[in-house]
């Protein structure tokens, strides 16, 4: 690559030899064995490598390379410092093949823990088997924290629900549920299952809540305070699932999603009337121009993916 001139930016190389010239050079020295064959793979003039090494070796204060008939050879000290540099150019190879290769990268995933038992396992496993390459990290963890590791960087995408507006990030809608008011049966109320309730109706209630920083919980919340009460609290769950089982158990009332398999046993769901009792759920990424300005291949490679066939995936799998 000459002086000036930009590398492609889905050659791993060339951008880590952006990032660390002088171990590239020093290794390029050692694997070719002279200065002159180094230089032309560097694609520099010998002179200008010459120099740089030169200069390295003067402000480490040891000597890398010796002469060696017509060419050089690594001194003890190089001999030593090889190994060590040729995994840090490694290691740097493999991140630029993450940052820019769409078969190669990696994706850093946040999703709700409803999320994670078949719909996360079933998108991982339907595009890796079109992109085996690329690697994951993933994060279970509630949407407020997902919405927070998603605007602070630790994570490129975020399945999630609601969907946030503002806060720099995009956002596309896969699937909506229902909210419901889920009352034991025997319960009073369950007698309006066909007809439905208001949002108020059940303001005497003691509920069985999500804990804060919960998507539900934060719908929940939005719904109550629309309806203008302050809900009795009883029990607050960590998961959905926890909260059926308190209110089949008898322990108070929610606001659920619709269950797709119908009604826990000994859980009766009544409709919402006149409010807007939905929860989408969709995939959350940072709007364009934030985050530095750059996605990487292989997250939009996912995204997209998520935004074709997760419509067709979510609807059976939660709740």
């Known amino acids: 690559m000459e002086r000036g001139e930009r590398p492609d930016s889905t050659d791993a190389d060339a951008l880590a030899r952006v990032l660390a010239p002088r171990l590239w050079m020093v290794a390029a020295v050692a694997a070719t064995g002279h200065i002159t064959q180094a230089a032309e793979s560097l694609g520099m003039p ?68 409803t999320l994670g038992v078949e719909v996360v396992p079933a998108l991982l496993r339907g595009f890796r088997a079109e992109h085996p390459g690329v690697r994951f990290s993933l994060t279970q963890e509630p949407w407020a924290q997902s919405l927070r590791r998603l605007t602070a960087g630790g994570a490129d995408l975020a399945l999630t629900s609601p969907l946030p507006s503002g806060q720099g990030l995009a956002s596309a809608t896969l699937h909506t549920q229902t909210l419901r008011l889920v009352v034991p049966e025997g319960h009073p109320l369950a007698r309006e299952r066909e007809r439905g309730v ?16 919960r998507g539900v919980r934060h719908l929940t919340d939005r719904l109550n305070e ?94």
């Open 46 to 113: 010998q002179p200008t490598l010459s120099r740089a090494l030169a200069r390295v070796q003067e402000e480490l204060g040891m000597a890398l390379v010796e002469r060696s008939g017509r060419g050089v050879r690594p001194t003890r000290a190089g001999r030593l410092l090889l190994p060590h540099l040729e995994r840090a150019l490694q290691d740097l190879r493999q991140g630029m093949t993450e940052l820019t290769g769409a078969e190669e990268g990696r994706v850093a995933l946040t999703f709700l823990p």
């Open 198 to 213: 208001t949002g108020g109706a059940a303001a005497r209630e003691e509920f069985v809540l999500l804990k804060p920083g």
């Open 226 to 319: 629309r309806a203008g009460f302050t809900p009795r609290v009883a029990f607050e769950a960590d998961d959905i699932a926890t909260a059926r089982g308190l209110v089949a158990a008898g322990l108070g009332v929610s606001v659920l999603p619709a269950r797709p398999k119908g009604p826990l046993s000994g859980t009766v769901e009544l409709p919402l009337r006149g409010v807007d009792a939905r929860r989408p759920i969709g995939v959350v990424w940072p709007e364009e121009g934030s985050g530095g300005g750059y996605e990487p291949p292989a997250v939009a490679l996912f995204r997209d993916y998520v935004r074709r066939v997760g419509p067709s995936v979510i609807p059976d799998m939660t709740g």
